[in-house]
């Protein structure tokens, strides 16, 4: 079983920035693609932003420029880093892996929890 734990989340002032973060662990042999997700009041939950293994990178067109994807494999961690905050940023975001438990299995998709960020003057 593989646990993901984000942090980062908060309040914060349009224009302002915010980091998240999201550890996976437990029976992890390697992980595929990480991903951010978010999900507004009465909306879908959305693809934010994705990281590949090999460090390729994809971002929804609403946050291209000002959010920033990233990992580090050592410690089964990802990253996303917000600049130029807006309103409709507001939302629980969600991070999520791929990851499969040895070298022959297939990988499974585990979601983190969720964190609160939110966008308030």
């Known amino acids: 079983q593989v646990q993901l734990v984000e942090s980062g989340g908060g309040l914060v002032q349009p224009g302002g920035s915010l980091g998240l973060s999201c550890a996976a662990s437990g029976s992890i042999f390697d992980i595929n693609a990480m991903g951010w997700y978010r999900q507004a009041p009465g909306k879908q939950r959305e693809l934010v932003a994705i990281i590949f293994s090999g460090g390729s990178t994809n971002y929804a067109d609403s946050v291209k420029g000002r959010f920033s994807i990233s990992r580090d494999n050592a410690k089964n961690t990802v990253y996303l880093q917000m600049n130029s905050l807006k309103f409709e940023d507001t939302a629980v975001y969600y991070c999520?892996?791929?990851?499969?438990?040895?070298?022959?299995?297939?990988?499974?998709?585990?979601w983190g929890q969720g964190t609160q960020v939110t966008v308030s003057s």
């Open positions: 999520n892996a791929d990851c499969r438990s040895t070298s022959y299995s297939t990988y499974v998709t585990y």
